[in-house]
Every structure is written in C-alpha cells, then in structure tokens.
C-alpha cells in the first residue's frame, strides 16, 4: 500500500520543456481556434481547454484584513455534441456561516465562425444562477448561449474567501485534453503555505518575490476644552509578496476506468494548506503540519472531543437496553442496534457535530460525526474501549496530505484483546466490521483519549460471498427454462440491500428481465430481506429464448448462461492506478442443464483452473456430462481489496482468460 501512496504523490516528472508563461487573453479567439475540427493530438476528445489561468492571492482591506481571492480564466473547445456539458460551468461555494465565500462571473462569450467571419455571443442573465447544495455549500452556474459544434467559449470568474486557511484545489488534468495550464500564488511574507502535488504530471515551477505596501488609516481625536479635533494619519507598511507560478501543457486526458474508487487522487492537482503565520510585532503562530498535530486540534474541538464526555442524555435509554447483557459481543451489537434504530442520518458527511450529539438524539436525526460520537461515548459508558477513527470517503479521496480537509467522516473502534471492530451507525444495513462502501477508502486515523493518533487499515480482507444455483433445462428449439437461487453475504448483501431499499419487486424484476437478455420471469421470492444479519437471498423461475443457437442439428450454447461477464473490464494496454475492487470476493456457481430428448452432448468445454502467481484471483471450472444433465461446479476468488499497477498485467490476463472460459460453449448434436 505505501508503494501506491508514494507513485500517486510522486508522479512522473512531465516532459514538456517550460521555460516561460505563454501569453493568453479574453476575448483574443483566433480564426484558427474557431476552425479546428479535432484535437490535434487525442482526436477522439468532444472538447479541449485551449487554455485555463488561475491566480490566488492575498487582498488586504482595512475592514477584513487579508483575504484570499482566486481569479480563473477558462477557453474551451467545443468538437462535437458530446461536448456541449463543457459550455456549463459549476462552481461551489462556501455559505454556512458569516462571512459567506462570493463569487462572481464575467466575460462569458461563446464564439463562432458564420460564413468567414467572428460571432459573439454573451452570456445572458437566464443563463446564470445559484443554487443551495445543503446548509453550508452554495453552487454558482453559468449556461452559455449558442454552443454549436466547432464553438469556442471562454469565461472569467472570481472567488474571494475570507478563508485563509486553503487555496481552492487547482487541478491541471480534466477528462478532456487541456493544452495549457497555469497556476500562480501571490502570498504575502506573513503567511507560510505548505504545497503538495498529487497524480502522474508534475508541474514546472517558477518562484520570484517583491516588493509591495499597504496602507493603513487611523484617526486619532483630541480636545481642547470645547473644541474637538481629529487628526487623520496614514502609516505605509511594506513587505515582500511571494511569487509561484506552475506551468504544464499538453495535458492528455485523465481516464475514468473500471474499478477506480475516485478518479481525483489520480488526477495531477496542486494543494495548498496554511503552516503558520508571523504578522510584524507579533508571536508566529503555527497551523497543524503533521496527522499528529492535525488529530491533535480535531480531538480538542469543543465540536468533536468535548461531545464524547456527555453521556447524561442517553443513560436512561440505554441502561435497560444492555440490562442483564453480559457476553461483551452481545453487548457491543445491542448498543450499536440501538443507535441505528433510533438515529437517522440526514446525509451530511462530516467529523464535526452540527447541532451536538444531545439535540441529535433528542431529535433522532444527525450527520455523521454526531451518530457515530454518539455511539463511542455510549460504548465507553458500558465499559468498552472506543475510539472515534478519522476516515475519508471514497468521494473525498485518498487523505494523502496532513490537512484537516482530507478527512470528512468519521466511524468508531472497539478495542479488544489486540482485535479491533469497526462500526458504523448511519448505515441501517451495516454490521460490526463491515461499515459502509463509501467508507472503505484505504486508512482512517484512529484517536486515543490524549489526542494521539495511529493508522488503521480500513479494507476488508474477509471474502464477501455470493453462492448462485443455477438448473435449467433446454428444448430442441434452443429455449431455456429454469430455476435460479442467489444467495448473497457480507458487503455483497449489504450492498443489494441498500441499492433496492425502497425499489418496488415490479420494477426490479423488470430491470433484472431486460438486463439479463429479456428473460421473463415468475415466482419470485426474496428471503432475509431485513434480517440483516444472515444472508439474504432471492429465487425465481425464469423462461429465454435469447440464450442458444439452433444451426442444423445442433444446438450451440454458453453453460452460464447470463452468470457470465460480457466483456473484460480491464482491456487497456497500461494501467496508472490502481484496480479497486473495495472487498476480497468469492462467487460460487452450481448449474445443473437438462439437455433435449433426442440430443447428445458433441463437446463440452475443458476443465480449467486459473490463477495469478501473485495471489490475486483465481477461478476453478469443473464440467462433467453424464446422461441427460450436465454439473458445472464455478469458483471464482478475487483475493484482494486493491491491485497495485504493477500487477495490473497479471489481472488483465487472468480475467482475460477466465472471461473466455464463462464463454465457451456446449455443442448439442441431434441423434
């Protein structure tokens, strides 16, 4: 794992040789640019950034003092329809609390050649406006007006944020190529800012300081007996104004493949989170640098800390849940049951309480800091030592940097004998160490009671089981009718609990007919639907006439039927990042087929058993004929959470093999 961590922080240094900023302006669309039919280099992309300019800095005002202002400026090229989504542009903003983050648009154009000649068009007031995303974030849009295939739009805008602790992410790489990407900070000599980078193209760097002054007013009054005066004073104070610049062009496009948790911890960004600040005639002040000292602060918000000692407001309830409980497993499981049926999760993510864990469970809905602090401080009531664990969701990215940004979530430990269960709360589907998909993002940080800090692994490495018994039978017209039971454990039931929670049995059986090549089905039971901890199960009857090819005398088909995979989710030549499949899995099949009165079986396909040397996966195929009926016994294991790129080639090539194999055909022959 830390071999992952170090090639996405690292990267590959970018090629491209840099030497100065290319000069790039608003408003200055070449003819060339309008007539460009494809990207000359990836001529396959719906649009291009021809150019994007960013540009941080501090803004002194004697009202706020510093604030930080971030001005971008955007060209995009439009190729083909598939790329009209690029003419919108969405931008968050913080509006949680005074003061609020601002932002505003300008110079948005949309250009287009019409018979030789430059038209413009500006944005209109329609096709601007804001949104609410929830209490603390706010979203700004802008629609540009007549994009057509071959238009080039550009815009300007400006977010000012009395925030100095982070810069906005500056990401160099998009889905579409970019061929040109700058990014500078102007900070002043007060303010120190740590900088990291992460993906596989790492920018040219420029830094350069000078000179530069404010200017501060200050009245003072004085009187002289009845009269009263007032001086005005101006005071010049100077400083030096540090300079970074980072350049890259010709940006290929960055890849959404199979498999990818989050496609951003791969995306080449820079970060930027405040180290200190040292303002004249004052103390140096110094801003977390380390998990240590980041943990530290968390643990010690009145927010976070403080809410794990309250414990009157639940006493009551739950004494007489955990009465007369003295197996510590039981006793675990009914206080972490109780928690999930009385709170609700109001989707807010989070390690900070909103509200605080006692109006939370007065009102039995909180985020997700206050359910699950809840329940730490519940668990250590009744004698268990838990710990709130720091986790950052698939959503939010890899927490490769030390900065309270990267974590957004957290779930609690229980610490016993060396072992550790994980729980989680906010999820009515989740088990004791089986916490929610969107949580099983590589490591958390564990927090004792003294504010320290340790790594925990997050990934499961227990086999989520799905058991399939498959048994049809064939006419001599090719059409199949049969009988299949699924039985689904661990992540793969917590996961298809959630997914049709609420999904009326006549829509999903629809979906899982058209999906699975227009099958019509009948007699469907599901079983353990909410017994969530036993597996859950589901069968039904099912008639196809899409499965088996009739050619002469003989009948032609694929065993699995449609418990095969289609195609091979890994077919590209190299692989960046890693393969992410977030559990270890097992899938068990037993079919059994009953061939037509009157039909031999001709050829059946061969044994196989396929495995990477590296431990990967591997798939074992037994088939045997006998009579009427034909056994097929399928074993397929992926044995690991995350496969590393290196050993991408080895997973390409086994699925390759086994997606062959779950292919291959019987061969019927009439008699």
Known sequence: ??????????????????????????????????????????????????????????????????????????????????????????????????PIEKISFSKALTYNLVDGKIEKAKLKSEGEFSEKVNKFWSVKKITMPNVKEGSVIEYKYVLESPYTNTFPDWKFQSSIPVNYSEYSTDIPEYYQYNSFFKGFLSPKVIKSSSSKSIVITSKERTSNGPIVSTTISNDKITYRSNLT??????????????????????????????????????????????????????????????????????????NPIIAGITDKNQKMVAIFEFVKKRMNWNNYLGYSCNDGVKNAYKQKTGNSAEINLMLTAMLRSAGFQ?????????????????????????????????????????????LPNQIPFRALNWFGRLIREDGSSTTIDLMPTASSKENVTLSYSINNAGIVTGKIRRMYADYNAQIFRSRFNGVKEESYLEKIENDLKKIEISDYVRVNASDIYSPIQESYSFTGNDFCDVVGDKIYVSPMLFLSAGKNPFNQQNREYPVDFGYPFQ?????????????????????????????????????????????????????????????????????????????????????
């Open 245 to 318: 610049t980072y350049l890259l062009k010709n940006i290929p496009a960055i890849k959404n493949e199979d498999y990818v948790n989050n496609i951003d911890n791969y995306t080449s960004t820079v970060v930027h989170e405040l180290a200190s600040t040292a303002f004249p005639n004052t103390l140096a002040k110094y801003y977390a640098t380390d998990w240590e000292s980041i943990v530290k602060t968390i643990y010690e918000n009145d927010d976070f800390g403080a809410e794990l000692t309250k414990k009157n407001y639940f006493e009551e309830d739950l």
């Open 587 to 671: 899938d068990k099949y037993t079919i059994t087929i009953e061939i037509p009165e009157g039909y031999v079986v001709e050829s059946i396909p061969a044994v196989a058993n396929i495995k990477t040397q590296q431990a990967i996966c591997s798939f074992k195929y037994n088939i045997q004929s006998n009579g009427n009926k034909i056994q097929i016994a399928v074993t397929q294991d992926v044995l690991t959470s995350i496969v590393s790129p290196a050993d991408y080639p080895a997973l390409q090539e086994s699925y390759k093999k086994i997606i062959e194999k779950q292919n291959e055909k019987i061969v019927l022959k009439k008699v």
């Open 1 to 98: 794992m830390k071999t992952l961590k170090q090639i996405i922080i690292i990267g590959v240094l970018f090629a491209s040789s840099l030497t100065k900023a290319q000069e790039f302006e608003l408003g200055k669309v070449s003819v060339q640019e309008l007539e460009e039919k494809l990207h000359p280099i990836d001529t396959s992309a719906s649009a291009s950034v021809l150019y994007s300019k960013g540009k941080t800095y501090l803004k002194y005002t004697e009202s706020n003092g510093f604030t930080v202002v971030t001005e971008v400026e955007t060209r995009i090229k439009i190729y083909k329809k598939d790329g009209y989504d690029w003419a919108n542009k969405s931008v968050e903003h913080y509006t949680g609390s005074n």
């Open 386 to 430: 838990a710990r709130p664990v720091l986790v950052s969701t698939r959503s939010n990215g890899i927490a490769l940097f030390p900065n309270k940004s990267a974590y957004n979530y957290v779930i609690t430990a229980v610490e016993d004998n060396n072992s550790i269960t994980l729980l989680d709360a906010t999820d009515q589907y989740s």
